[in-house]
């Protein structure tokens, strides 16, 4: 499974962007979906995971509130929208595909990862 993430950018405090990820494969529509990021100078972290048919999903406290993780199965595509974003929002932000039905937020339960796309936040 090969997945394409896009939809980063900069946008300044407050701002709103989708981004979207694409799954090669139909057969990732069995899976749950999840976005992780990625600051400079951090550790990868997680932000929001969705469940196979998009009926459970589970956010980092960081975000709750202001993100919104979503999926269209028959487009094999996973979309996070992000809301009133903050500086500390910036980072690149990774989709990636779970090894479980289940949505997750360990990393560790994902087994293909995209490549990433860059969201800058200016103050």
């Known amino acids: 499974v090969q997945l394409q993430a896009s939809g980063g950018g900069l946008v300044q405090t407050g701002g709103s962007l989708r981004l979207s990820c694409v799954a090669s494969?139909?057969?990732?529509?069995?899976?749950?979906m999840g976005w992780f990021r990625q600051a400079p100078g951090k550790e990868r972290e997680f932000i929001a995971t969705?469940?196979?048919?998009?009926?459970?999903?589970n956010y980092a406290e960081s975000v709750k509130g202001r993100f919104t993780i979503s999926r269209d199965r028959a487009k094999n595509t996973v979309y996070l929208q992000m809301n009133n974003l903050k500086p500390e929002d910036t980072a690149v932000y990774y989709c990636?595909?779970?090894?479980?039905?289940?949505?997750?937020?360990?990393?560790?339960?994902?087994?293909?990862w995209g490549q990433g796309t860059l969201v800058t936040v200016s103050s």
């Open positions: 969705i469940n196979w048919n998009g009926g459970g999903t």
């Open positions: 990636a595909t779970s090894r479980y039905a289940s949505g997750s937020s360990q990393a560790g339960h994902y087994a293909y």
């Open positions: 494969r139909r057969t990732n529509s069995n899976n749950g």
